[in-house]
C-alpha cells in the first residue's frame, strides 16, 4: 500500500502562533484527506484536498501531487485546535492509507 | 441519524469472549468504512461495505473477525475468541456513496480491552 509520512510527530504552540504539518506520500494518489481527532477522540474531517489549495477560516490546506506531498495550516492557533492531524491518501478508490499523524497541543 | 453511531462507547473482556462491535451509519450513506486504531498509531483498513455487500475484507487481521450489514444500514462487526492484541480502538465511518472525492465522517468508536 501507499506510505504515507507525517511531520513533525508533535508540535507544541502558544495560542496565536501559526504552524505548518507536512504529509508525504509513497504514490500517485487521488484521494486525500485530512483529519482532526480532538482530545476525545472523534475525528473530523477537514478537507478533501487530492491536490490545489483549500482554506477554511484558519485551516488551509496544499497539496502538491506531482511533488507527493500535502501542508496543512494552522493560523492563529487556538486551545480547540489541540488533537492529533491525521492525513489519509487512496490510489482513487474507498480505501485510505493514515499517517501515524501529528500530535498538536496549544497552549493558552 | 445526525452522525455516525457506535456502541457500546467501551467494551471490557476477558480473552477468548466474542464481542460484538455495531455501527450505525449516516441515513441514506450507502458506503461503511471499519477501521482500527491502536494506541499511538494511525488507523488500520478492516473492511468496506457497498450496500450490504463487502467487496474489500482484506483489511481484516484474522478469521476471527468477520462483519456483516443488514439492510445498507447498520453493521456488526464480531470478534471471536478475544485477544489481547485485539485492544483497540475500533472506528466506523460512512460515506455517501462510497466514491473517491467524497469525504468520510467517522464515528466516535469502540474502546475495546481484552483482558
Known amino acids: 500500500g501507499i506510505q504515507v509520512e507525517q511531520s513533525p510527530p508533535d508540535l507544541i504552540l502558544q495560542e496565536g502562533a501559526n504552524s505548518t504539518l507536512r504529509c508525504n506520500f509513497s504514490?500517485?494518489?487521488?484521494?486525500l484527506q485530512w483529519f482532526h481527532q480532538n482530545p476525545w477522540g472523534q475525528l473530523i474531517n477537514l478537507f478533501y484536498?487530492?491536490?490545489g489549495t483549500k482554506q477554511n477560516g484558519r485551516l488551509s490546506a496544499t497539496t502538491v501531487a506531482t511533488e507527493r506531498y500535502s501542508l496543512l495550516y494552522i493560523s492563529s492557533s487556538q486551545t480547540t485546535d489541540s488533537g492529533v492531524y491525521f492525513c489519509?491518501?487512496?490510489?482513487?478508490?474507498?480505501?485510505?492509507?493514515f499517517g501515524a499523524g501529528t500530535t498538536v497541543t496549544v497552549r493558552a | 441519524g445526525a452522525g455516525v453511531s457506535q456502541s457500546p462507547s467501551n467494551k471490557v473482556t476477558e480473552k477468548g469472549k466474542d464481542v460484538e462491535l455495531r455501527c450505525d451509519p449516516i441515513?441514506?450513506?450507502?458506503?461503511l468504512y471499519w477501521y482500527r486504531q491502536s494506541l499511538g498509531q494511525g488507523l488500520e483498513f478492516l473492511i468496506y461495505?457497498?450496500?450490504?455487500?463487502?467487496?474489500?475484507k482484506s483489511g481484516l487481521p484474522s478469521d476471527r473477525f468477520s462483519a456483516e450489514r443488514t439492510g445498507g444500514s447498520v453493521s456488526t462487526l464480531t470478534i471471536q475468541r478475544t485477544q489481547q492484541e485485539d485492544s483497540a480502538v475500533y472506528l466506523c465511518?460512512?460515506?455517501?456513496?462510497?466514491?473517491?472525492?467524497?469525504?468520510?465522517?467517522f464515528g466516535s468508536g469502540t474502546q475495546l480491552s481484552v483482558l
Open positions: 504514490d500517485s494518489v487521488n484521494n
Open positions: 465511518a460512512s460515506s455517501l456513496l462510497g466514491r473517491t472525492n467524497e469525504k468520510l465522517f
Open positions: 489519509a491518501v487512496g490510489p482513487g478508490d474507498y480505501k485510505l492509507s
Open positions: 461495505f457497498q450496500g450490504n455487500s463487502a467487496p474489500d
Open positions: 441515513s441514506g450513506h450507502t458506503a
Open positions: 484536498i487530492p491536490s
